[in-house]
Nanobody, 124 residues
Framework: QVQLVESGRGLVQAGDSLRLSCAAS????????MGWFRQAPGKEREFVAA????????YYAASVKGRFTISRDKTVNTVYLQMNSLIPEDTAVYYC?????????????????WGQGTQVTVSS
């Protein structure tokens, strides 16, 4: 089992930056990939970004590429999502997720472990 705890929720203005953190505990040695997803009211959960735990390879949704950066610090078992140039459309609950095998980058069903979510609100 892997436990995930997000932090960094906030209310910001358009154009601002915000960094989310996700601390992993438990069987972290088994993690293959960690990702960030988000869900806005009335919408399905969507992929944002992901990173492979060992090699650090990354992949981004087109809507955030160039504005968001995912990174990880293996020494503290934490993955980060640096969000720059935020826009109101980025408003959502952001979830951290992890998978212990190569189950694909973007499908939420491929991630077995989830955090509780953290609210990000961007005002115009």
């Amino acid at each position: 089992q892997v436990q995930l705890v997000e932090s960094g929720r906030g209310l910001v203005q358009a154009g601002d930056s915000l960094r989310l953190s996700c601390a992993a505990s438990g069987r972290t040695f088994s993690m293959y990939r960690m990702g960030w997803f988000r869900q806005a009211p009335g919408k399905e959960r969507e992929f944002v970004a992901a990173i492979t735990w060992s090699a650090g390879s990354t992949y981004y949704a087109a809507s955030v590429k160039g504005r968001f950066t995912i990174s990880r610090d293996k020494t503290v078992n934490t993955v980060y999502l640096q969000m720059n140039s935020l826009i109101p459309e980025d408003t959502a609950v952001y979830y951290c997720a992890a998978q212990s095998s190569n189950s694909g980058w973007v499908n939420p069903g491929g991630y077995a472990y989830w955090g509780q979510g953290t609210q990000v609100t961007v005002s115009s």
